[in-house]
């Protein structure tokens, strides 16, 4: 094992689990969601430009190199006649997540019909389109990698804890400012049913309720 500076035993990059790949560098901008989404979770991953249509020899060859390279999950993201993630899974046994892309005139629309609409045989776990789709594909590659993981099990767990926090400090916060905004309201519409309420009883010569 190789040392630093300091002595100290040198590790090893952890050797990439995920490929990310894209149709062009267009795409980055929208399938970078999914990088930072796999850096949460230190999920080793690598993401390449690879083209169903303009490198399809390239990419084939990839997608058959992925397995012994010890890759475990594919992202595809592509837009416009999406074939990327229909390309790789023609080629490997291992998972293929689609991510179709908006790059056309048709809001990505076009790309998630190429991605989604495989014929039976060779799967592909399409996504949402656009940003969403990156990152739901790459917590999707975190919860089959999480099946062999214990650790990276817990990790989803804490993540998924999160969101519910996350949206019981939203409500909390609505709640706060809803209120902040109507306190002159709310008093007035209970006021106004406590009169209503002792009107009620006096009529019936009852004593009104508290
Ligand atoms: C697709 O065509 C790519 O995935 C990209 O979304 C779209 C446009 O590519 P560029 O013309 O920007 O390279 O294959």
Redesign the pocket.
Known sequence: MKKTTNGKAKQAPAAPRVAIL??????WGVMSAASDRLASFGVAHEAHVL?A?RSPEETAQFARDAKKRGLAVFIC????A?H?AGAVSAQTTLPVLGVP?D?SGLGGLDALLATVQMPAGIPVGTLAIGKAGADNAAILAVQILALSDPDLAVELEGYKVGLAEGVAEKDRRLQESIAAKRPSAARTIAGKAREADAAVSARRGARPRI
């Open positions: 894209m149709g062009s560098d267009s795409d083209s249509h993201g592509a837009g416009a999406a990327l892309l790059a």
